[in-house]
């Protein structure tokens, strides 16, 4: 029997190891991890804890795995990236956001293998231009992010498309612009952690939890929106990808409706059987000339590709999350 091995970087971090979790239910799969797992206690290994993957490589040795074993491999799904949008070092977000995605690209298009990586909706900027994800290089390239990492995701985007437009390019080519991901796994991602995570132990308790003041008129305190997309979504549509290889190109993958962070913390006190506490607190200056007020996926070119399935509305989301999650002794998908 041909081996099938799908390769995830990144793939003991939040969305690459619900990806793993989703993909392991296939027995034709031979699911890959490629990460840094950190100390026994930082509890990251759990994330991939209770799945059968096929093997586990350090990253610094991934080329070299790869060449060994490029036959068997199918599909590399690179979800390894520093994700910090207030990461200081441009350097370190240059070499792990472009320069190794642009390797792995070079190296799926000349091993002629299939290549899914993850953008992000940090790409937008403020977002004045809208959310549709056309990936024409035009397009790609009137983008404004607001931060290096933005930057970086949206740099790693032109490249692709011009290298595919050049029909330099792996068989199978497709980056996910990330909108708001929510969801189990996100333990080890402290301050980058969804609202719902972060504020779920001052719920538990009875306590206030805070959210941010607006400095827009346009919107209320609390009433910043954002696209709320759960996690087992994403991994839904990466699987789907990965059994669709006809699919390329650059897709938003959100839950295409924007919802407030007030909305998000009202589902967390219902869901967790608590009377809403919540108080607003002023942004810092830091992040306020930087702040995006409004994201909303277009979704229509997903849909146009033939992706069937549904997105799971916020107060589902929610509810699961922390009732079977959060909630549980066994918080760990």
């Not at 609390?222 to 290889?245: C, H, K, N, S």
């Not at 108080?279 to 996926?297: H, S």
């Amino acid at each position: 029997m041909t081996r099938r091995i799908v390769f995830i970087t990144g793939g003991a971090g939040f969305i690459g190891s619900n990806l793993v979790a989703r993909l392991c239910e296939d027995p034709s799969l031979d699911v890959v991890v490629c990460d840094w797992l950190g100390t026994a206690d930082g509890g990251k290994w759990k994330n991939i804890a209770k799945h059968p993957i096929g093997d586990f490589v350090p990253p610094e040795e991934m080329f070299d795995w790869l060449e060994k074993r490029w036959r068997d491999i199918e599909c590399v799904i690179h979800m390894g990236a520093i994700s910090s949008t207030t990461e200081p070092d441009a350097d370190k977000i240059m070499q792990t956001n472009f320069c190794l995605s642009r390797d792995l690209y070079r190296w799926c298009a000349d091993r002629q293998r299939r290549f899914i990586y993850a953008s992000s909706a940090a790409t937008y900027g403020d977002g004045v231009t809208g959310f549709d994800d056309n990936d024409d290089l035009d397009s790609l390239k009137a983008l404004q992010p607001l931060n290096a990492y933005g930057w970086s995701k949206a740099l790693f985007d032109v490249f692709a498309a011009r290298q595919a437009a050049r029909d330099y390019k792996p068989p199978q080519w497709v980056g996910l612009k990330f909108f708001n991901v929510y969801g189990p796994n996100e333990h080890h991602k402290d301050s980058m952690k969804s609202v719902a995570a972060q504020i779920f132990p001052k719920v538990k308790s009875g306590h206030t939890v805070q959210l941010f003041k607006s400095h827009n008129p346009d919107y209320a305190d609390g009433g910043q929106l954002r696209d709320f997309v759960y996690v087992r979504d994403v991994a839904d549509v990466i699987a789907w990808l990965v059994e669709t290889p006809s699919v390329n190109g650059i897709y938003n993958l959100g839950s295409g409706q924007a919802r407030s962070f007030s909305e998000m913390a009202q589902a967390v006190f219902k869901a967790a059987g608590k009377a809403p506490l919540i108080d607003y607190v002023d942004m810092p200056y830091g992040i306020r000339d930087k702040y995006q007020y409004f994201t909303q996926a277009r979704m229509d070119r997903l849909r146009e590709a033939g992706y069937p399935g549904q997105f799971t509305p916020l107060e589902d989301g929610i509810t699961e999350y922390v009732t079977k999650y959060l909630a549980a002794s066994d918080s760990y998908r």
